[in-house]
């Protein structure tokens, strides 16, 4: 373990308060729980008044200790300011709950952060995730870019059958279908790029950083095309790579969505 990171399951003297979740025990900085969520901060004054007692207890049947231990591995500093655990593949669908259950908008920007920088082509995140958390991010009131970017990957993927997951949420298995097939009538393009690349800006769709040297043709198929490595759409102003300039542009599904989502409404 590195020093970087912290075992908040072990007692010490920086963090003096003692939650107790499923007779096991998570040890937190109280001023930590005091400005993290207005759930929280209700929840633990009452037990804290004065620093009477160091220890609370949550006793709710839709909790379990891990997901109490990593909120507070994502939300919780250590003493050098760094945050212990990113939100990942695999934390960000229970993450995304609790942030909506305990109302934690730290926990909430952290998720959407971590969709903000998934690379929408990582063969390891499949449809299925991406449909999973794109159910998630309507059911736990994440920002709509977030959603945006994650339908963007979807479509990006061009997906013939939709998970039956996004039955859940009303509309959402029609808006993707209907995206799809606007984007491969091409009506979902980037627009008009142009070489105003702003340096070190990763690429939108796949987040591969740009080479050193700018204007180098990475993906030697694009290069004679005179389109160089990485342009800028200017219709959403994405900085985006040769390899992704195929790719949704995330503008143009935004307003897609708007509008078929108001047909939509209106006509359900
Ligand atoms: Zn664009
Ligand atoms: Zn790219």
Redesign the pocket.
């Known amino acids: 373990m590195n020093n970087l990171q912290v075992d908040f399951t072990k007692p010490d003297p920086s963090r003096p308060l003692e939650i107790r979740v499923c007779n096991r025990s998570i040890f937190v900085d109280p001023e930590w729980a005091q400005d993290v969520s207005p759930f929280l901060t209700n929840f633990f004054v009452r037990e804290l008044v004065a620093g009477k007692r160091h220890c609370v207890e949550i006793q709710r049947d839709d909790i379990t200790f891990q997901d109490i231990l990593t909120m507070v591995e994502v939300i919780c500093p250590t003493e050098l300011g760094m945050f212990p655990k990113p939100v990942d593949s695999y934390n960000f669908l229970s993450l995304a709950k609790l942030s909506k259950q305990f109302i934690v908008p730290r926990l909430k920007s952290a998720c959407e952060l971590y969709i903000s920088r998934m690379p929408l082509d990582d063969p390891k995140i499949t449809i299925d995730d991406l449909s999973s958390y794109l159910v998630a991010s309507y059911k736990y009131g994440l920002n709509r870019m977030t959603k945006i970017r994650l339908l963007e990957g979807i479509v990006g993927r061009e997906i013939k059958c939709i998970d039956a997951i996004t039955l859940q949420v009303k509309g959402l298995s029609e808006l993707i279908h209907a995206s799809v097939k606007a984007y491969q009538q091409n009506e979902l393009n ?2 008009d790029l142009t070489n105003e690349i702003r340096l070190r800006v990763p690429c939108r769709t796949c987040r591969m950083e740009q080479p050193n040297v700018p204007l180098q043709a990475v993906k030697g198929e694009l290069s004679t095309t005179g389109i160089p490595a990485f342009v800028v ?1 200017s ?2 102003k ?1 900085t ?1 790579c040769c390899a992704c300039v195929l790719k949704p ?4 599904l935004d307003e897609f969505a708007i509008k078929f989502c108001e047909s939509f409404n209106t006509s359900s």
Do not use: E, G, L
């Open positions: 980037h627009f759409c219709k959403c994405s985006i542009c995330k503008k143009s």
